[in-house]
Antibody, heavy 120, light 107 residues
Framework: EVQLVQSGAEVKKPGESLKISCKGS????????IAWVRQMPGKGLEWMGIIYPGDSDTRYSPSFEGQVTISADKSISTAYLQWSSLKASDTAMYYCARVKGLTMDWLDSWGQGALVTVSS | EIVMTQSPATLSVSPGERATLSCRASQSVSSTLAWYQQKPGQAPRLLIY???TRATGIPARFSGSGSGTEFTLTISSLQSEDFAVYYCQQYNNWPRTFGQGTKVEIK
């Protein structure tokens, strides 16, 4: 069974750093693309970027380039999303998901989400 | 960036009735379109990809159609578990983009 298990909820202050994780099992993690998706409170889904853990090839959506860093450790089948200096506007639910399709197309399996709250 | 526009924002439907959700792309995306369902407090779930192919385990009452710029998700006979928010997503261009969602609520 394909599973993506994300780290837990976080409460941080503006300016702090944060790294959240997404551990995959039941499939070839290093041979799959993994995406990160943001959902701000009461809003829709936003595709942030993707990573291929096999070689750490990473692609960012323009809105998120320079704002976050996506990384992975294929030895432990885990992808990461990190911030160096959080802002209140980073408050959101963050999902990881497995990407399917020949050209990194749709998202067929999702993690349970990690709620990040940034507040002073 | 391709903008995906979904309509209506909210659809009120009685159980057993048919629901028709629309998704429009700002430029042609061919058939590179997926649909997701999200229930409150849950992660999204893939329903449809390639505009019309149901994902594994998705009931036949869900069907997708369309190509180019106009797409439709049809739920033939709404069940109680189908009341949720539905999103379309294009994968013809980078960045991949989602529509803003259609909420299907009980009438």
């Amino acid at each position: 069974e394909v599973q993506l298990v994300q780290s837990g909820a976080e409460v941080k202050k503006p300016g702090e750093s944060l790294k959240i994780s997404c551990k995959g099992s039941g499939f070839s993690f290093s041979g799959s693309w993994i995406a990160w998706v943001r959902q701000m409170p009461g809003k829709g889904l936003e595709w942030m970027g993707i990573i291929y853990p096999g070689d750490s090839d990473t692609r960012y959506s323009p809105s998120f380039e320079g704002q976050v860093t996506i990384s992975a450790d294929k030895s432990i089948s885990t992808a990461y999303l990190q911030w160096s200096s959080l802002k209140a506007s980073d408050t959101a639910m963050y999902y990881c998901a497995r990407v399917k399709g020949l050209t990194m197309d749709w998202l067929d399996s999702w993690g349970q989400g990690a709620l990040v709250t940034v507040s002073s | 960036e391709i903008v995906m526009t979904q309509s209506p924002a909210t659809l009120s439907v009685s159980p057993g009735e048919r629901a028709t959700l629309s998704c429009r792309a700002s430029q042609s995306v061919s058939s590179t379109l997926a649909w997701y369902q999200q229930k409150p407090g849950q992660a999204p779930r893939l329903l449809i990809y390639g505009a019309l192919t149901r994902a594994t385990g998705i009931p036949a009452r869900f069907s997708g159609s369309g190509s180019g710029t106009e797409f439709t998700l049809t739920i033939s006979s709404l069940q109680s578990e189908d009341f949720a928010v539905y999103y379309c997503q294009q994968y013809n261009n980078w960045p991949r983009t989602f529509g803003q969602g259609t909420k299907v609520e009980i009438k």
